[in-house]
């Protein structure tokens, strides 16, 4: 099993920065894919931003992109995503999340292991 600990959401107005963690342990040699999704109020779960837990590919929604930085620290076991220019409709619980899966996949059935998501409020 492998065990998963968002931290780092908030209250923030827009336009400011964030940076979320997420900490894994157990059996990390299973992560092979990381990712950040999120679940607004009302809607579905969305993928955010991921990356191979070894390699330089990433994948980021359309949404997100050029605003937020999906990045690990292989010796910490630990995942970061740092948000930017933040928006009121980045405002959702954002969930950590780990795949055995070697092809990136944005898809968040094909996770294996989940966070128990961090609240990130954007007001503006």
């Known amino acids: 099993q492998v065990q998963l600990v968002e931290s780092g959401g908030g209250l923030v107005q827009a336009g400011d920065s964030l940076r979320l963690s997420c900490a894994a342990s157990g059996r990390t040699f299973n992560m092979l894919l990381m990712a950040w999704f999120r679940q607004a109020p009302g809607k579905e779960r969305e993928f955010v931003a991921g990356m191979k837990w070894r390699g330089d590919m990433t994948s980021y929604a359309d949404s997100v992109k050029g605003r937020f930085t999906i990045s690990r620290d292989n010796a910490k076991n630990t995942v970061y995503l740092q948000m930017s220019s933040l928006k009121p409709e980045d405002t959702a619980v954002y969930y950590c999340?780990?795949?055995?899966?070697?092809?990136?996949?944005?898809?968040?059935?094909?996770?294996?292991?989940w966070g128990q998501g961090t609240q990130v409020i954007v007001s503006s």
């Open positions: 999340a780990a795949s055995s899966r070697v092809i990136m996949s944005r898809l968040d059935a094909e996770y294996n292991y």
